[in-house]
């Protein structure tokens, strides 16, 4: 069993920031592929963004480039993820995941692709 644990999630005003953090195992963290999804209400959960192994690639969603950033911190053993210019439409629960079995660049966009999810963290924008 992998224990990823969300936090940092909250209530912000369209136009704010805030920075969620998900820490997973210390041994073996490095291993993992990483990525967070979010899914609002009545609908399905969508990807938002990846990280490769060593975190030196990344990927995004359209609607998030240049508004959220994704990182992470080996030694740590936590990824981030910065968002910025918060819309209403970012409103959703964001899961991080954690993907076995890949190469050190490897970045994983399909839900199908994690083995480890978190408990999700609450993120609502108001207008």
């Known amino acids: 069993q992998v224990w990823l644990v969300e936090s940092g999630g909250g209530l912000v005003q369209a136009g704010g920031s805030l920075r969620l953090s998900c820490a997973g195992p210390?041994?073996?963290?490095?291993?993992?592929?990483m990525g967070w999804f979010r899914q609002a209400p009545g609908k399905e959960r969508e990807f938002v963004t990846a990280?490769?192994?060593?975190?030196?690639?990344?990927d995004y969603t359209d609607s998030v480039k240049g508004r959220f950033t994704i990182s992470r911190d080996n030694a740590k053993n936590t990824v981030y993820l910065q968002m910025n210019s918060l819309k209403p439409e970012d409103t959703a629960v964001y899961y991080c995941?954690?993907?076995?079995?890949?190469?050190?660049?490897?970045?994983?966009?399909?839900?199908?692709?994690?083995?480890?999810w978190g408990q999700g963290t609450q993120v609502t924008v108001s207008s």
């Open positions: 210390g041994r073996t963290f490095s291993s993992y592929a």
């Open positions: 990280i490769s192994r060593s975190g030196s690639s990344a």
């Open positions: 995941a954690a993907a076995v079995l890949v190469t050190t660049e490897s970045l994983v966009v399909r839900p199908a692709g994690y083995t480890y």
